[in-house]
C-alpha cells in the first residue's frame, strides 16, 4: 500500500472541498450577476471567494505532482474521496441532513478507494 499517495490524496480531496466549501460561502455573499460596478466590487472584496480560487490552485499544483509521481489508476479514483470530505463540509457548515442512502454511498465510495490501494 502506497501512504504517500494516500496521504498526498487526502490533502489534495480536502483543499478540493475546502474550495467547494468557499465557493458557496462566497457566492452567497455576491451580488447578483449584472454588468454594473455593484456587482464587480462585490466579486474583486470577496475573500471567500479568493479562498477558493487559492484552494483550487493549490489542489491542481498537488494534482500534477501526483500524476507525475504515481500510476493514474491508483490516484484517479482517490479524487473521489473530495466527494466524502464535501458532504461532511455540508453537515458541518450549512447544516445539510444526510439521509442512510447519502452514507451508504459514502462508505461504498471510501470501500472503493480502500480496493484500489491494495
Not at 494516500?6 to 480531496?13: A, E, G, K, Y
Not at 501526483?66 to 458541518?92: C, D
Request: hydrophobic letters at 60%; aromatic letters at 16%; charged letters at 10%.
Amino acid at each position: 500500500m502506497n501512504y504517500q499517495l494516500i496521504i498526498l490524496s487526502v490533502f489534495q480531496s480536502l483543499l478540493l472541498a475546502m474550495g467547494q466549501v468557499m465557493l458557496k460561502f462566497g457566492l452567497a455573499r455576491m451580488e447578483p450577476f449584472a454588468w454594473n460596478a455593484s456587482f464587480w466590487r462585490s466579486f474583486l472584496v470577496n475573500w471567500q471567494f479568493a479562498l477558493c480560487g487559492l484552494s483550487f490552485g493549490a489542489a491542481g499544483l498537488l494534482w500534477m505532482y501526483i500524476v507525475k509521481h504515481f500510476p493514474l489508476s491508483q490516484a484517479y479514483p482517490l479524487v473521489s474521496l473530495s466527494y466524502v470530505f464535501g458532504m461532511l463540509a455540508a453537515i458541518v457548515f450549512f447544516h445539510e441532513t444526510v439521509d442512510m442512502t447519502k452514507w451508504l454511498g459514502v462508505l461504498l465510495i471510501m470501500a472503493g478507494c480502500a480496493l484500489i490501494m491494495k
